[in-house]
């Protein structure tokens, strides 16, 4: 029986009881009807005051959850879901009957649960309690927020648990931006120093090579010429990231930019025993993009490498060209070891890499690359299973 029904029977009891007692002493006097009634009255009128507290009671707990902004769940002492607002249902994807019962663990992934727990405990004794965590959606989704637990009191007792889900992604988000943003800083000031430190002598090593050449040319000295015009354009790459300038775009055919990629990767491929599948579709034929050349080529190389360096044991990358719309669509996939999830989201920050001897910056270039062409770049893994790399680029007019 509910608490609000064991007093209003409580009340008749104590009625009836009295009635009893008074009829007893006032048997046959007019007062004995006049004194049932108004007992009877007076309990009558208790036990419907005390549900109409409850109910308002109920009301206003159910209109806090209804109009705050914030997803809201009421638990039991037992860490039950005995109710959830709508603004729950949107964050987490479940229908209200879908969790109703559920334990409040349902939103945590696995490793998190033990932090929710001890949270709980304490919110169950009296004392609320905050914390940052990972809502898992119903779809799998997980999206950052802040999870408070504050007790529920009744009087002085506490009857359960409200718990607060506020969605903190976009806050990340830009704590992240901004510390990319530093990091960038640090980087172009760094890089531009390191580049005009290795240009002047180079100017002078290329000069001395040079005359040597033209007096005795030789295979060797040939290699050498190449090598150092190679370093000249990664000394002048690393500039542009203390000073970014001006792309000098032209149209250029996809399919001619990526086959001329693979003459420089494939023999990286055969040392690492790695076969290097290109598939187009036949609405591909054709395709140009605008861009800079050197950079678009770079970008290639970058992921091509990457791919290949992924599969210690051999395997294929395949490259695949598609059109989608008014954008040309580069997939690139490896059957390497994959990245971890917590991972991909810190690819192609500035020197986080997953490479034992990387600096993270080439894909950080590569990222700032295809933005700068009013492209987009994503990467998807799966651990043991491999990674794709998806380029789209605006297909030239």
Request: one cysteine or more; aromatic letters at 6%.
């Amino acid at each position: 029986m509910k608490p609000a029904g064991i007093a209003f029977a409580i009340a008749a009891v104590v009625a009836i009881a009295i009635d009893g007692w008074m009829s007893e002493a006032l048997t046959g006097h007019p007062l004995q009807v006049w004194i049932w009634a108004s007992n009877a009255a007076i309990f009558l009128a208790l036990g419907l005051q005390i549900r109409k507290l409850r109910r308002d009671k109920r009301s206003a707990e159910r209109g806090m959850m209804r109009f705050t902004r914030e997803a809201v769940s009421l638990y039991s002492l037992q860490g039950l879901q005995t109710d959830m607002n709508e603004a729950q249902e949107r964050l987490t994807g479940y229908a209200r009957h879908e969790a109703h019962g559920a334990t409040y663990l349902l939103w945590f992934p696995t490793d998190m649960r033990a932090t929710a727990q001890a949270a709980f405990a304490l919110a169950v004794e009296g004392r609320p309690q905050h914390f940052d965590a990972v809502c898992v959606r119903k779809d799998g989704a997980r999206v950052d927020v802040e999870v408070s637990y504050v007790p529920v009191l009744s009087g002085s007792r506490i009857v359960g648990v409200y718990g607060i889900l506020k969605d903190i992604s976009e806050t990340k988000r830009n704590q992240e931006l901004l510390q990319q943003s530093d990091k960038l800083a640090v980087v172009g000031e760094l890089a531009a120093g390191i580049a005009h430190e290795i240009r002047n002598p180079l100017t002078s090593l290329r000069g001395f090579v040079q005359l040597a050449h033209e007096q005795k040319p030789s295979a060797y000295t040939e290699i050498m010429l190449s090598e150092l015009d190679r370093i000249h354009v990664i000394a002048s790459e690393l500039l542009l990231l203390g000073k970014p300038q001006a792309l000098d775009v032209t149209d250029k055919n996809v399919a001619t930019l990526l086959e001329s990629i693979l003459t420089l990767v494939n023999t990286q491929a055969i040392l690492h025993n790695v076969e290097i599948a290109f598939e187009r579709e036949p609405d591909t034929e054709g395709i140009a993009v605008r861009c800079e050349e050197t950079k678009m080529k770079q970008v290639f190389l970058n992921v091509l490498k990457n791919a290949v360096e992924a599969m210690p044991n051999g395997g294929v990358v395949t490259i695949r060209l598609e059109r989608t719309g008014g954008d040309v669509h580069i997939r690139i996939s490896d059957q390497g070891i994959g990245i971890p999830r917590e991972e991909l989201t810190r690819l192609g920050q500035a020197f986080y890499t997953t490479k034992e001897n990387g600096t993270g910056l080439g894909l950080m270039i590569s990222y700032n690359i295809i933005e700068q062409h009013g492209g987009r770049m994503t990467i998807e893994s799966e651990e043991s299973v491999g990674t794709t790399v998806d380029i789209r680029l605006p297909i030239a007019d």
